[in-house]
């Protein structure tokens, strides 16, 4: 730890991990891209350190798969803190469930691409997501969970988390 610097958690900590862990190619004996750790687990800080000099590192035990995973600050709440799951999340591919429209107009067709670039927990009436598609030129739309499916099935487990 650099001299000074203040953590939002200490050791011992109960943490909650609030997106998907892949290895980026620091954990051994995993390959690049594989899951580490799914959104939504708990774990509990063991140390805290830095990378590059600035990013603080906590490094966190997941009992319930038996791993120790570095995780950025970013990526963590406190157990306790509120935790509302989504179906989906950053850079996940989506198809509009029904054509979506914004001042009484259609402005995407039913079916279509997008990619969600946000994840919108605390949205009025539920998970909402800031979703990209090709035929908003650029611009994004604030799209419920209820109005998306997933671009191919996902397994039962993928659902829930």
Same mark, same amino acid.
């Given at each position: 730890?650099?001299?000074?610097?203040?953590?939002?958690?200490?050791?011992?900590?109960?943490?909650?991990?609030?997106?998907?862990?892949?290895?980026?190619?620091?954990?051994?004996?995993?390959?690049?891209?594989?899951?580490?750790?799914?959104?939504?687990?708990? &774990?509990? #800080?063991?140390?805290?350190?830095?990378?590059?000099?600035?990013? @603080?590192? /906590?490094? =966190? $035990? *997941?009992?319930?798969?038996?791993?120790?995973?570095?995780?950025?600050?970013?990526?963590?709440?406190?157990?306790?803190?509120?935790?509302?799951?989504?179906?989906?999340?950053?850079?996940?591919?989506?198809?509009?469930?029904?054509?979506?429209?914004?001042?009484?107009?259609?402005?995407?067709?039913?079916?279509?691409? &997008?990619? #969600?670039v946000k994840v919108l927990r605390n949205?009025?009436?539920? @998970?909402? /997501?800031? =979703? $990209? *598609?090709?035929?908003?030129?650029?611009?994004?739309?604030?799209?419920?969970?209820?109005?998306?499916?997933?671009?191919?099935?996902?397994?039962?487990?993928?659902?829930?988390?």
């Open positions: 730890m650099m001299p000074g610097r203040s953590t939002r958690f200490d050791c011992g900590d109960a943490v909650r991990v609030i997106r998907n862990v892949k290895d980026d190619g620091t954990y051994p004996g995993a390959d690049v891209g594989q899951l580490l750790v799914r959104r939504g687990s708990v &774990g509990h #800080v063991v140390d805290i350190g830095t990378f590059l000099q600035d990013q @603080v590192i /906590y490094s =966190v $035990h *997941f009992l319930d798969i038996n791993r120790i995973v570095g995780c950025r600050e970013e990526e963590l709440i406190g157990a306790a803190d509120e935790w509302v799951p989504s179906r989906y999340e950053f850079r996940e591919k989506v198809r509009a469930a029904l054509p979506l429209g914004k001042e009484g107009k259609v402005v995407v067709p039913g079916n279509a691409i &997008g990619e #969600v949205a009025a009436g539920g @998970v909402a /997501y800031q =979703v $990209h *598609f090709e035929c908003l030129l650029g611009r994004v739309l604030q799209v419920p969970e209820a109005a998306l499916l997933p671009l191919a099935p996902q397994p039962a487990e993928a659902l829930v988390a």
